[in-house]
Structures are given as C-alpha cells and as structure tokens.
C-alpha cells in the first residue's frame, strides 16, 4: 500500500509509504492519497488529519521513473501537474486542519506538498530542496505561489534557483515551517498537536484557512467583509455558543465541530 493509513482518536495519520524510493509521488500513490483525503472528509469523526513518510524521507518529489510519454513520445508534464494541482487544491480545500510531520527530506513536489498543509513541523535532521532546477524544471504543487509568501522573494528565489537543500532549523527560523523537533520527539509532537486540534472548533478552523487563502488575493476592504460574513456563519455555531459559555464558567470548551 502506497499510503497507510491510521484511525486516532477525532483524526487519521497518512503515511507515504514507499520508503525504497523515498517515498516518491507515482500516480498509484497520487491515487491512494487522494482517496485517503476523500475518505477522511467523508467521516464526520474525523477533525484533523497528520500527514507524514515512512522510512527515513519525507518525499522527494515525483517518481522520476514513473512519469508517462504522451502520444508525442515526449514526458506528459501537463498530466503530472494535474494531479499535483488537484492534490494541493484537496488539501487546501479541507475544512480540518492538516498537520505535516515532516521526518526526512523533502525534495521537489515532496516539499512543497508538506507546505501545502496548514502548519508544518519537521525532524531536526529533514531538509527542504526545491530540487526541480536540477532537473530543468519550476517549483511546482503551489511552490512559487508558497515560498515568497512565506519567506519573501529573495529566499524563495535563490532555494529555487539553487536548488540548496535548506536545513529544518533554518526553515523554521526563516518561517517555511512552524517547528523544527528534536528527531525522536517528532511524532509524539505531532500527534499531540493533531489531537488537539481534534478538539478544538472545527469549523471556526475551516473557515480560518478559508480566510487566509482569501486574503491573498483580497483588497483590506474585500478582506473586512468576509470576516464579517464568516465570523457571522460562526457565530450560528453550536462551538462557538459552547466556547462563550466554558469561558464564562471558567472550564474547558467541549467543541463538537458539528454544525
Ligand atoms: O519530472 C516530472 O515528472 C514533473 C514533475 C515534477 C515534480 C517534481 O517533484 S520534480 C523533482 C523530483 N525530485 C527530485 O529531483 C529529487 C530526486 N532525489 C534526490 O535528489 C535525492 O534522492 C534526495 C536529495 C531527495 C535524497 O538523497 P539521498 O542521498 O538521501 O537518497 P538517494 O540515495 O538519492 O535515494 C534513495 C533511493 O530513492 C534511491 O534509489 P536506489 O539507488 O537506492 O535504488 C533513489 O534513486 C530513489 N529516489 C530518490 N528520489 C527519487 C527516487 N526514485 C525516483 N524518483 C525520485 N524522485
């Protein structure tokens, strides 16, 4: 099985799993993940999902060996991007947080898949290549609409460029990702994150992430009346009225993530 995946307590953990290969995208785990997605969206048990690899690498990136020739006999890249964008456009579109742990290199669309995910931690010891310029190609899976808006065009322009590995530390501190973790600490992180964010309100999460996708686009003005609207849909919720009333009685909200 080309992803793995795992039933926590309110969340899913899906792995990559093709350690031998780094856990290189092919089209059967592009599949696989998909539906994986589709399948935790579909269970309303489910309020977060953490994403990692297998073995010693996070991803790295498309499976070279596995691209298919079109009817011209040249590599049918326009194919391969349709499935990264419909990946990217499903993880973004979630309306649950999504967790990336990312436990070991990260390389091309492998690296810009974990910064796809709403907040990313990573191993100590994982580094991040854009490594398409070493093989004639752009960042793709969102990467050059991700890394300027994240650590500013000079950066984003020189790790595509150069193609340079970029330690986990540097990462975090240039604000790719939100943490770097000691190697044997990563998963117990991750899943306590995920967890948590298990519990908390859902669909004030949701519409969070839908706000910020919005914003990039947006005027100030556009940006102010959709948070009114949003926070308006948010304020019909049953977690929000549960988060008004644990905070009067000075205990613990009990979010249900439901509408
Ligand atoms: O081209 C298109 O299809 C269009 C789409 C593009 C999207 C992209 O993602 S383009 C970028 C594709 N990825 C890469 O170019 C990265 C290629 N891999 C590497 O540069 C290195 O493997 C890493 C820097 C990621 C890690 O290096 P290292 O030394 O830790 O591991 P390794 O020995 O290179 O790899 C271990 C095995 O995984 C090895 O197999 P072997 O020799 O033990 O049988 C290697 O061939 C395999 N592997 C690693 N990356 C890929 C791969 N096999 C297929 N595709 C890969 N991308």
Known sequence: MTVLVETHQ??????????????????????????????????????????TGAGRGFCAGQDLGDV???????????????????????????????????????????????????????AKSANFVQAFSRIGLIPDCG?????????????????????????????????LIWQAVDDDKLMKTAHALTARLAKQ???GIALTKRAFDAAETNTLDAQLDLERDLQDELGHTPDYAEGVRAFIEKRPANFTGRR
């Open 143 to 175: 990467g050059t609409w991700f890394l300027p808006r994240l650590i500013g065009a000079a950066r984003a322009r020189a790790l595509a460029i150069l193609a340079e590995p970029l330690a986990a530390e540097r990462a975090a501190e240039w604000g």
């Open 201 to 203: 309100a859902t669909i």
């Open 68 to 122: 298919q020739v079109g009817d011209s006999g040249v590599p049918d890249l326009k194919a391969v991007l349709e499935r990264y964008n419909a990946l990217v456009r499903k993880l973004r579109g979630l309306a649950m947080p999504v967790v990336c742990a990312v436990n070991g290199v990260a390389a091309g669309a492998g690296a810009n898949l974990a910064l796809a995910c709403d907040i990313v931690l990573a």
């Open 10 to 51: 309110g969340y899913r953990q899906l792995s990559l799993n093709r350690p031998d290969r780094l856990n290189a995208l092919n089209t059967e785990m592009f599949h696989a993940l998909m539906a994986a997605l589709a399948e935790a969206e579909a269970d309303s048990e489910c309020r977060a999902i953490l994403v």
